[in-house]
């Protein structure tokens, strides 16, 4: 009954509203009847090969409608009040939704992803360092690389590293398929199945990812607005045992958080004297608008017990996929096996033309660029956020990175319940729960992570109106 | 004592040439002393970061000379009649060394790695491809990617299936970073730590390197001239129970061979009936010079049974670093959870150049001129070899690939005996003993792989010469 789905992944509708619109169809002709049971979400985005946060769309599109029922422990299933009807037309829709306005689907203000703003990306910059590559290099840059990396890369990234402080040489700097590999590969250098990775809760999803790939336990540290508590910290070593600790020391992905020096110091002693290796992933320490953050981790270490990881995509581009790891001794020829056999090396063509950028000289000038951008979205969004979000949401102020992060009011509903209220007024976001070790934390079902770096001012305004429109309603409907 | 050594990677001299005579240099200072252990050749690989088989010819190179000596089971130590030298030019040198003619360090001629040759690689193409694709979709082109891939890139690998008759949707199509990630990630998905994976031996050293790193048991059977015998499937199947079956059925790395349909069809049915996926890697399928071979194992699988690995790396060019993957159902998803966790996506910018290469037609011209160049030196090979090598050394035509599987006269000396002696008289391979899932089999140490593909035919014939001049040396200086 689902067999034969196609989806347009070209189309301007958006997926999901697709795969509604298929949906009712379906289900108007008959297809799907009365009491039918839905594939869970995890297989059907499996079988059309989209998103699992597209099928939940979806389905929580028609379920608003009435036209799934959702029965709690068994399944989603089809509406009896309108199983029965022969006419598409006559089904809700969004178009037909007065709530939604004026707006057609492409015009989702989308506050949800992870990516820097394109518009800021510094096309022409690279597009010169790839042609002169070629013309400097011919068949050598399309050849093979060494596992480690291109020479002159690394050695730029050394050097790059020693304006945060970071002593790093050449050799022990390892390029990688951006930071989400760097992380990977060393944590596969490191633990085996069944260990322990020691994390903030909230987190970094892609290190909840590959904690799952690798069935690795997590276990969370609650955070506050100065970042991983470290007060907590012993008695969770103590009580979890875990092999490895990975932490965002600066501008921390959802929550924005930037620990102070003396926390980085607590969280070195610590990792030091249980002789536990700490993952730094730095990259967006260099995006920051505010005061200078401390330096990262690894800049502090005089045990010997961090591993820093970082990358190109949040502050050069993303579509490259240029990381890095730097890491000492026998680790680092462990971490080289690993890369050999996920993929031999990182392209060559990438990794030159991310040199040939580097020693240009362009960096320095294009994070100046960005980092003026983000400041601007980030005020227009504060001051967006305070007009229009409700009273009794509360939020930091990010002195970096593209991040806010709102704990809506408990009063009110969660994040989850506003989803897809939020999606009909033309807006969405990234839903808190999920950056969280525990998601059935109470408190962690309030919170929303909005990046606002991906928006015009203009856009972020009236997304945020949106947002508070959404809440309203969802509210006054689900309450 | 080797704490301080530096190698120059940029260097003409050989890394292994340089390790040789800095630890000569360290013997004739004294900072090596007679008896003194060397470190393990992981261990000072790791500390060097250069391969193992840096270290490895390099204490070759010095056994040979006698200034160290080893001993089984224990290590590598200084000998004693060398270990009070004062000076090192009194030490037997690669320049002194008479058999080694006029040759310099830089004219080595490697038929050692895996690699095609470079003046065939399409860099012009590829370098109008990137031009148009940075020029039509700008900042797209450099932001992140589905993680399934671009899009276009599937269907036109779908499209590219077709004329190998393979069946296949774009959404079956998964983009890899290169075939190893392809293989990688599959058997991540498959296989958990201590699961058995079967495959030929010899097989390609990627897939001893994944299960290394992912701790897998290998089991091998053996092959013949027509690949894997199948006759002796069954009864390894029962007797290891592997999860999957790894293959490379049409000029398998190292051996060359092709498997015949009846014993594909064979295979196929074996797997179908135990119920055990089976692993195609189809890199080498198109590199073919002689009778069409038969249908890649997908084409043929009625049971379901095949995942197909492939990519561009041997037919059109290595360092874009794209590989697919053709994975159903549950699996798909699996896959593509494990490839998010790993690296989020391949470049953007690689698929978008690599779907414009194919779509502009250029494939099918380059691919007959690649075709017709291997077939020419291989035929160069072929006489060469049964001029130069020793009579009583035994290869088979191989109608496809790079590769020359040779096994050399057992009246004679080893391959592990060999290469030193090959190396001063300017010409590698790969030691045949690595391929083999159990180095221990008797036959295994004569085995030598020769790549004929990266030398042009007048280095082939020089080359061959060398080898044969070192196999009589060899072993009149051995035996």
């Known amino acids: 009954m689902t067999a034969h789905l196609r989806l347009n992944k070209h189309s301007a509708e958006p997926l999901y509203r697709q795969l509604a619109r298929a949906l009712r169809e379906r289900i108007a002709e008959g297809v799907l009847c009365v009491g039918d049971k839905l594939p869970p979400s995890r297989q059907l985005a499996a079988q059309l090969g989209v998103s699992r946060m597209c099928v939940v769309n979806a389905y929580t599109e028609l379920l608003n409608e ?56 510094p096309v022409a910059a690279i597009r010169r360092s790839i042609e002169a590559v070629l013309e400097r290099d011919g068949a050598t840059a399309v050849a093979y690389e060494e596992t480690e990396g291109y020479p002159p890369l690394r050695a730029a990234v050394a050097q790059h590293l020693a304006s945060l402080g970071i002593r790093a040489t050449p050799e022990n700097v390892l390029i990688t398929g951006g930071c989400q590999q760097a992380l990977d590969l060393a944590i596969q250098a490191l633990l085996n199945e069944g260990d322990t990775l020691l994390t903030t809760s909230p987190t970094y999803l892609g290190i909840l990812d590959i904690a799952r790939i690798r069935r690795l336990r997590v276990v969370g540290v609650p955070t506050d607005e100065q970042g991983l508590r470290t007060e907590l910290l012993e008695s969770a070593i103590i009580a979890c045992r875990p092999r490895l600790i990975y932490i965002a020391p600066t501008h921390h992905n959802p929550t924005g958080s930037v620990m102070p020096l003396h926390r980085r110091r607590v969280l070195l002693r610590i990792a030091a004297v249980a002789d536990i290796p700490v993952l730094e992933d730095g990259v967006y320490h260099e995006l920051s608008y505010g005061a200078e953050p401390p330096p990262p981790l690894k800049a502090l270490d005089e045990y010997g017990v961090v591993i820093h990881a970082n990358g190109f995509s949040k502050i050069v581009l993303p579509g490259v ?14 971490v080289l096996r690993v890369k050999q056999a996920a993929d031999i090396c990182t392209p060559s063509l990438n990794q030159r033309a991310m040199h040939h950028f580097l020693v240009s000289g362009a960096l320095s000038g294009h994070l100046d660029r960005v980092r003026r951008a983000c400041q601007q979205r980030r005020d227009v969004a504060l001051k967006a956020a305070q007009r229009y979000l409700p009273s009794g949401a509360r939020w930091s102020v990010p002195s970096g990175g593209v991040y806010l992060w709102i704990e809506l009011p408990h009063s009110g509903v969660t994040a989850a319940q506003l989803y897809p209220v939020a999606l009909r007024h033309g807006v969405s976001f990234a839903i808190g729960a999920e950056f969280f070790t525990d998601e059935s934390e109470p408190s962690a079902a309030y919170f929303i992570r909005l990046n606002f770096a991906q928006q015009s001012a203009s856009r972020i305004e009236e997304g945020m109106r949106r947002l508070g429109a959404a809440w309203s309603e969802a509210c006054a409907v689900l309450r």
């Open 321 to 334: 996929r240029i990381g890095y790891l730097v890491v000492e001794g026998a680790l680092r020829q462990r």
């Open 66 to 121: 009435g036209i799934l029922m959702a029965s709690p422990g068994r399944g989603t299933f089809v509406a009896e009040s309108f199983g029965a009807l022969s006419d598409p037309s006559a089904l809700p829709s969004v178009a037909a939704n007065p709530s939604a306005g004026t707006l057609s689907p492409e015009s989702v203000i989308a506050f949800s992803g992870g990516a820097p703003a394109e518009e800021f990306l």
